[in-house]
Structures are given as structure tokens and as C-alpha cells.
């Protein structure tokens, strides 16, 4: 195997989707359902962390989905995707999601999120992925958020196991008495 066949650019898997908004998507509020949006997303992510790998990829985490700004009926929704990411077996691929008005040629930010992806091989277990060349100060700069946002998430998921386990509902009952609640037992 040659060196570029163990490492890939980021440019080498750089997707975008682009779809337009039909009223079929919509909800009964008139604006796109965030499910549409979520679906196209994890398409985003496939194709892009599947031609970074080589190889079919499957949606492990999805972090940052915040609906910043409602989607309109008509307007083009473009989703950009690019690894952010490489571990062993995972990739991590942002998305960022814009909509366009194309009447008006006005352009918001939708939202911008985060999916974890683990390459598969022909025996349907976790296999390998090419290393990430980082072009530019950009691809370094997301690599190293990835790696933050990695310590993060493991650490909040520690943090979470640890406090289910110590949870004691009657000494934590008085942190209800400020909330929207009622406690019926």
C-alpha cells in the first residue's frame, strides 16, 4: 500500500447535498419537519464519511442539533459535510446546513452538527479507516475541536453514569419545588 492510500485529504471526501424544500416535507406549521432535516443530515454524513473510509459507515452519535432558524417550503437546503475526524475505525463529520431562498437569494445557517461514524468491513465489524491530511489551518483547527469535543462527551457521559448511581430522589425532591412540576408519589 502506498502512503496516500493510508491518509486521504479532507478535500478527497468534501460533500455537499443540496435539495429543495417541498411541501410534503412540511409540518402542520408550515415549516420542514426537523426529521427531513435529520435524514438528510445522516445522508450527508454517510456519503461523506464512506468515501473517506472505503467503505459502508454507520451513524454512531449525532451531537449539536439545534434548529437555529425554521426552513421554509421552496427554499434550497444545502448540507455541506466534511471529516472533521479520524480515529481507528470512526470518523467524526461535520454538517453544516444552510437554506436558501431562491426568490430572494437570501442565505441563513440553519444549524451545524456533529456525526460519529464507524466504517464496516465485508464481515459487518468495525474496520480501519485511511488517516486525515489536513490541508489547511481550518482542517486543523476542526481536528483539534474534535478531539475537545471527544474528551467532552466522554467525560459528560462519566459524569452522567456516575450521578444516575448516586442519585438519591428524596435528599434531591427540594430541586423540584422551582420547577414545572408536580410530584404525584
Known amino acids: 500500500m502506498t502512503d496516500t492510500l493510508h491518509f486521504r485529504p479532507v478535500s478527497y471526501s468534501r460533500t455537499t447535498l443540496t435539495e429543495l424544500m417541498i411541501p410534503s416535507y412540511a409540518n402542520f406549521g408550515g415549516k420542514i419537519h426537523g426529521g427531513i432535516l435529520l435524514s438528510l443530515m445522516d445522508k450527508a454524513a454517510y456519503a461523506c464519511a464512506a468515501k473517506h473510509a472505503g467503505n459502508y459507515c454507520v451513524t454512531v452519535t449525532v451531537e449539536g442539533v439545534h434548529f437555529l432558524q425554521p426552513v421554509e417550503v421552496g427554499e434550497l437546503v444545502s448540507l455541506k459535510a466534511s471529516v472533521n475526524y479520524v480515529g481507528n475505525t470512526s470518523l467524526m463529520v461535520g454538517i453544516r446546513v444552510i437554506a436558501e431562498n431562491v426568490k430572494t437569494g437570501k442565505i441563513k445557517h440553519t444549524n451545524t452538527s456533529y456525526f460519529t461514524m464507524v466504517a464496516k468491513g ?17 482542517d486543523g483547527r476542526r ?3 474534535a478531539i475537545k469535543r471527544r474528551e467532552l462527551s466522554q467525560r459528560y457521559q462519566a459524569e452522567l453514569a456516575t450521578s444516575k448511581t ?16 408536580k410530584v404525584a408519589f
Request: charged content about 40%.
Open 122 to 138: 465485508e464481515d459487518d465489524k468495525p474496520t480501519p479507516v485511511p488517516g486525515l491530511i489536513l490541508e489547511t489551518r481550518e
Open 143 to 145: 481536528f483539534l475541536e
Open 166 to 181: 448516586i442519585l438519591q430522589v428524596e435528599k434531591e425532591l427540594h430541586l423540584l419545588q422551582k420547577e414545572r412540576c
